[in-house]
């Protein structure tokens, strides 16, 4: 108790002390009464306070606990007091990351009482990522600033910040209906499924995989194994290699990687088509492809936005791994600095006559310098071996005019690159 006097009530402390030992000095009782007086007042106070701040109670709600960059999220702290002790004003500091703008700090003049209180504050986020909102602190003490006393009143409590999202429109000409390795199977007549989707049956399979009409026409047990989608499939490749990017935080080539990869996700989402999303090397970034069937769409994207906004960059060197990154599906990549060599691999890896876009990003446009090698010769590599290819050359290039660029060239493949 005595660790949360204030320095008002250590000096009254103090000069209990001193009266105390005068009075006994001076051999005068009215001044051992004022010393008496003058301790009994800040313990009181201490005692009364430390009681009184174990009633307050907290409860912390993000409206709404997911955002995209650039929008605001408001918290509010619900408060309430089980105790009618009297305390002075309450201090309260709810942990905020630097990168949200820092802790946030309100005062209560008086106590929430039973009814309680709402205080509210709002963040902006100016960058991606999972962040933690808290732990809420609280200073509170008596009325007469005698003591004070710190607690913890809410742990912490996630915020997501995923990249931000354009509305894109339109769809390459042909594109997502094509082959693939999880693309899409031609039906046979009478809706027999291809004799390449059913295996025998194993020990330990699912007796609700059986496919009855394979099994009575092969006269043994036959199982499905995984559903091909109605229509093609299609890989989105980020670039995330640290390597391939220039900038700093959201001013870097990485973010507008990132949010691109997000807005092609979701426009391909909202236009029913199955996807994979990959980064450097083929592999799949976390929260997607984890489904053996099919699962609702709004619950694939906002597993794939919460996945981008926990991203890191990748220590990765090469971008291909060495495999076709997209099974033979139709690819949008979105590419970073490109060596000719990634460029001649990425390409030979591909199948004949598979669709493959490129966002190729010309990252100097990106640098602080403003000075660096362009990509057109990459880009004339990818063109060279069928891709359709659009070039991004800074950070002010708009999303949505880089995806209709794409679109446009699939329609016209004649249509010269647009430079924006």
Request: charged letters at 25%.
């Amino acid at each position: 108790m005595l660790s949360g006097l204030t320095i008002r009530g250590r000096c009254l402390l103090a000069a209990a002390v001193a009266s105390a030992i005068c009075s006994l000095v001076l051999d005068e009782r009215d001044l051992l009464r004022v010393a008496v007086f003058l301790a009994a007042l800040p313990l009181l106070a201490a005692a009364l306070a430390a009681r009184g701040g174990t009633g307050l109670t907290a409860r912390r709600e993000l409206e709404p606990w997911r955002t995209e960059v650039d929008t605001p999220t408001t918290v509010r702290l619900w408060l309430s007091s089980r105790s009618s002790m009297p305390v002075g004003a309450t201090e309260l500091t709810d942990g905020v990351p630097n990168t949200l703008g820092g802790d946030a700090y309100r005062v209560l003049d008086r106590s929430p009482g039973r009814s309680g209180t709402v205080v509210e504050y709002a963040i902006h986020a100016e960058l991606r990522g999972v962040h933690r909102i808290g732990p809420l602190r609280c200073r509170s003490g008596d009325p007469f600033g005698f003591s004070a006393f710190d607690r913890e009143l809410l742990t912490t409590t996630r915020l997501t910040v995923v990249p931000r999202v354009f509305e894109l429109t339109g769809l390459p000409a042909g594109f997502g209906t094509g082959s693939g390795d999880s693309g899409s199977g031609s039906t046979r007549t009478g809706g027999e499924p291809d004799d390449s989707t059913v295996r025998e049956y194993r020990q330990g399979d699912d007796i609700r995989r059986v496919h009855w009409k394979t099994t009575a026409r092969r006269d043994e047990l036959m199982v499905r194994t995984e559903e091909r989608p109605e229509r093609g499939g299609t890989t989105v490749l980020l670039d995330q290699r640290a390597a391939a990017h220039r900038g700093v935080n959201k001013h870097s080539s990485l973010e507008w990687a990132i949010s691109a990869a997000a807005s092609i996700c979701s426009h391909l989402y909202d236009n029913n088509r199955r996807l994979r999303l990959v980064g450097a090397g083929g592999e799949p970034i976390p929260g997607e492809d984890r489904r053996s069937g099919r699962l609702e769409i709004e619950t694939d994207e906002a597993l794939l936005l919460e996945a981008l906004a926990a991203l890191q960059p990748s220590g990765r060197r090469d971008l291909t791994g060495g495999a076709d990154p997209a099974r033979g599906q139709d690819l949008v990549a979105v590419l970073g600095r490109t060596s000719l060599t990634g460029a001649d691999e990425l390409a030979s890896l591909r199948p004949a006559g598979a669709r493959s876009l490129a966002l190729l990003l010309n990252v100097a446009g990106w640098n602080t310098d403003g000075r660096g090698d362009g990509q057109s010769a990459v880009a004339r590599r990818l063109r060279g071996a069928g891709w359709t290819v659009t070039t991004v050359d800074g950070p002010t290039t708009r999303i949505p005019h880089v995806w209709e660029s794409l679109c446009e060239q699939t329609a016209s493949p004649d249509i010269a690159r647009m430079d924006r």
